[in-house]
T-cell receptor
Framework: QQQVKQSPQSLIVQKGGISIINCAYE??????FPWYQQFPGKGPALLIA?????SEKKEGRFTISFNKSAKQFSLHIMDSQPGDSATYFC???????????FGKGTRLHILP | DAGVIQSPRHEVTEMGQEVTLRCKPI?????LFWYRQTMMRGLELLIY????????DSGMPEDRFSAKMPNASFSTLKIQPSEPRDSAVYFC?????????????FGSGTRLTVV
């Protein structure tokens, strides 16, 4: 019940296209859903996060969509650029908890 | 702020040797986490501390692994004896769960190769 399932494992998108990464969770107590971005040779870094009081959050080209009833959330990268090539991790936790549960990651490659 | 600082960045050691990884968290962060990353398993939480006290070490794979946090500005992860299957990137992360920021700040990792 603590798992966060992420798909796909890897994704190749043409420059200018939309990249979509999906995640599903089981624990209905989770109420905080961050996404982390990791470039080669670096640690993951917080990219964007959402609380379930809204169904969507947008920051620049990055959008989180949240479906509470389906227990799913997704990251959309609009107008994908080669610089977006990285590994993306979705995560979930209960706000106030000290542990964040990570998905297994998606390796995204944007073709120039 | 220099962020979370890990050393060394790369470590190559022979099987059976002791390995010590080091981490300096962000000043003021009261949580420290040790993760291991591999292609097969993704990010695995090994152990975490709150105010220098170990809270959950259920992710530590075996007795060969140990971690300490003697003070708020320093932590170590030790593997003794090391084995080839310990080869991975080890990350340290620190956190302060405030209202303005809720999440982890990761270091750049230590790439460990055991031959």
């Amino acid at each position: 019940q603590q798992q966060v399932k992420q798909s796909p494992q890897s994704l190749i998108v043409q420059k200018g296209g939309i990249s979509i990464i999906n995640c599903a969770y089981e624990n209905t107590a989770f109420d905080y859903f961050p996404w982390y971005q990791q470039f080669p040779g670096k640690g993951p870094a917080l990219l964007i996060a959402i609380r379930p009081d809204v169904s969507e959050k947008k920051e620049g080209r990055f959008t989180i969509s949240f479906n509470k009833s389906a227990k799913q959330f997704s990251l959309h990268i609009m107008d994908s650029q080669p610089g977006d090539s990285a590994t993306y991790f979705c995560a979930a936790s209960k706000w106030g908890d000290d542990k964040i549960i990570f998905g297994k990651g998606t390796r995204l490659h944007i073709l120039p | 702020d220099a962020g979370v600082i890990q050393s060394p960045r790369h470590e190559v050691t022979e099987m059976g040797q002791e390995v010590t990884l080091r981490c300096k968290p962000i000043s003021g962060h009261d949580y420290l986490f040790w993760y291991r990353q591999t292609m097969m398993r993704g990010l695995e939480l090994l152990i975490y501390f709150n105010n220098n006290v170990p809270i959950d070490d259920s992710g530590m794979p075996e007795d060969r692994f140990s971690a300490k946090m003697p003070n708020a500005s320093f932590s170590t992860l030790k593997i003794q004896p090391s084995e080839p299957r310990d080869s991975a990137v080890y990350f340290c992360a620190s956190s302060f769960f405030g209202t303005e920021f809720y999440g982890y700040t990761f270091g750049s990792g230590t790439r460990l190769t055991v031959v």
